[in-house]
């Protein structure tokens, strides 16, 4: 194989093929400008970490924003980043039957109503439809951030998108939501925006469902109002537990900790423990009155009235602000309470937060605030159909305008999840190969002595392949093993996923290098006389022993470095005539 640097190629990510040799080709990244090629999020390489990556200190999320516009049923995806950070509405969707251009407008409190939200660490949205309607059941819907499922089988991805790049949706960018069988019944097959990957549906008519986290080890858990219940289901939309009784508490909203409990909010003064290892309720808690719930600082956060709950002490600090509806922790852990008054909130020593806010600022919420990628702050205008947001010290930055009602509070863009319940940081590539249908072989990391994963912490890589960039996004990522060979991808382009997770003492892992090689295509008529046979594999063995470099690599057929009888073997199998006769 042909080990390229990417310090030496100016941070060019294409792989190099020489000519006459074993056509392998090594991309190594290893530079602070190689892990640049691609995108890094709640990751680093500063001083003195340089030259590899670790999980920053402050937690972070990515550039998406999801909201749920209640009064019309459809969900806005909102680029946090877009508009030079003005942030734009790249694309809005159907969560229930519907024609775009006749947009339901009945409220935020009937019909299906979608609200709570969770986010995933690739950055997909799990949204449950409430179901006002007292005949239909709660549902849930999986949209994905990016790819999708190509239903129509017409070779791409139908969705809704900001075709003349306004930032602003108009019905002709969206797509229907048709009931073909007239049953009634919301089902997959009959959303035409296939980004849209799965809908399910639980509990009974008239639960409401009001209640909606991501747990650990890859799960998600649905509660219901009315119905005073919890559902688990995988990231697939399959019931893997439920109904779970919370034995009278009306679930209004949730969070799943490291550990795998579940901490749900009730509208009331009740405070839910659920036991997700085991599916089983724990215990309700009183305390105060509560609209939002999140996890920080090791305590757990409510509004309306803002307590914290010390799990470790089984004690609240009661009576921090008064008149929110909801609740944020970012990245410093700092506690924002909002709105319409937006106020942020530090900790003291004692663990306790100082009740006096560092700053606050009026907004034209109604609903978050929520926690975007870079510490940024949003808040859900309800009553003004649009989202704003706010930098670190609640300056004022830009409104976006979004669907009827949006009424969002919970977990919208990831943070919760990839910082509380599942600390994640994430690295993610392309290679180009240069050649449609090339062979990937092998992905390694951490070969160098830099490289480490203490004790309980993790490094996990995913790749897939394609022969066109757009074409990813239809591929499934596979699990990847470190340094076994076979991959099995085949596309122009590999797109790696590399996942840092730390222990449970926060330590990071470090990635200090990852490379990725194409299979070999051996070239074994090293002589160039048009045919493969003894001469060529006499010459392989006149260089047995013989490192590469200095030796020559037209020898070295299986890459290893070094010029072994297991070259000529290699050559051997490919001889043109019997007993490799010229």
Not at 180 to 188: K, R
Not at 408 to 418: E, I, K, M, N
Not at 481 to 510: H, K, M, Y
């Amino acid at each position: 194989m042909i080990t390229v640097n990417l310090k030496q190629l100016t941070g060019a990510i294409s792989a190099l093929f020489v000519v006459g040799a074993a056509n392998a080709a090594t991309t190594t990244y290893t530079t602070d400008a190689d892990f640049d090629t691609g995108t890094l999020s709640s990751l680093n390489h500063d001083a003195p970490g340089t030259n590899q990556l670790q999980l920053n200190v402050s937690g972070d999320t990515f550039p998406i924003l999801w909201v749920a516009n209640a009064g019309e049923d459809t969900m806005s995806r909102i680029n946090t980043d877009g508009a030079g950070g003005a942030g734009c509405e790249e694309a809005r969707y159907l969560t229930a039957f519907g024609d775009p251009f006749a947009l339901a407008n009945h409220g935020a409190f009937s019909g299906p109503a979608p609200s709570r939200t969770a986010v995933d660490t690739d950055g997909n949205v799990y949204v449950a439809n409430r179901n006002f309607s007292g005949g239909r059941r709660p549902e849930l819907l999986k949209i994905a951030v990016e790819g999708g499922v190509d239903r129509n089988g017409n070779g791409v991805i139908d969705t809704s998108e900001d075709t003349n790049g306004d930032c602003m949706i108009t019905p002709d960018e969206m797509l229907p939501v048709i009931d073909d069988n007239a049953n009634g019944i919301l089902e997959i097959a009959e959303f035409r925006d296939e980004r849209v990957i799965w809908v399910s549906t639980f509990a009974d008519p008239g639960d409401l469902g009001r209640s909606l986290c991501l747990g650990t080890g890859g799960t998600l858990w649905a509660g219901t109002y009315s119905g005073r219940e919890y559902f688990q289901f995988d990231l697939n939309g399959a019931l893997l537990a439920g109904p779970i009784s919370t034995s009278g508490a009306t679930n209004y909203g949730c969070a799943v900790d490291s550990d795998g409990t579940l901490w749900g909010a009730t509208l009331g003064s009740t405070l839910v423990e659920l036991d997700t290892n085991t599916k089983t309720w724990t215990q309700n808690i009183s305390g105060q009155s509560n609209y939002g719930i999140v996890l920080g600082n090791s305590r757990v956060y409510l509004g309306s009235t803002l307590h914290g709950y010390n799990p470790a002490t089984g004690t609240f600090q009661f009576s921090v602000a008064f008149s929110g509806t909801g609740v944020a922790v970012d990245g410093d852990g700092a506690v924002w309470f909002g709105t319409p008054t937006l106020r942020k909130f530090v900790t003291l020593p004692s663990g306790d937060l100082d009740t006096t806010p560092v700053c606050s600022v009026g907004t034209l919420g109604a609903r978050g605030p929520i926690v975007g990628k870079g510490g940024r702050i949003w808040t859900i205008n309800t009553n003004s159909d649009s989202v704003s947001q706010y930098d670190k010290d609640c300056n004022f930055i830009s409104t976006i305008p979004v669907g009827r009602d949006p009424y969002t509070y919970s977990d919208a863009t990831g943070f919760g999840a990839r910082n509380q319940t599942d600390p994640t940081g994430i690295w993610t590539v392309v290679n180009d190969s240069g050649s449609a249908g090339t062979e990937w072989d092998v992905i390694s990391w951490n070969n160098e002595p830099e490289g480490s994963v203490p004790a309980g912490a993790s490094i996990t890589v995913e790749a897939r392949a394609a022969d066109t960039v757009g074409g990813l996004g239809l591929v499934p990522y596979g699990a990847v093993a470190n340094g076994a060979t076979g991959l099995g991808l085949l596309g122009q382009f590999i797109q790696i996923r590399t996942v840092l997770r730390p222990n449970g003492n926060d330590e990071s892992p470090i990635l200090s290098d990852l490379q990725v090689s194409t299979a070999a295509a051996a070239n074994c008529d090293n002589n160039a006389d048009g045919q493969v046979d003894i001469i060529d594999i006499r010459n392989i063995l006149a260089n047995r022993n013989v490192t590469v470099p200095p030796g020559d690599p037209i020898f070295d057929l299986d890459g290893d470095g070094v010029i072994t009888v297991l070259d000529s073997r290699i050559c051997v199998l490919q001889c043109d005539n019997a007993r490799c006769a010229p």
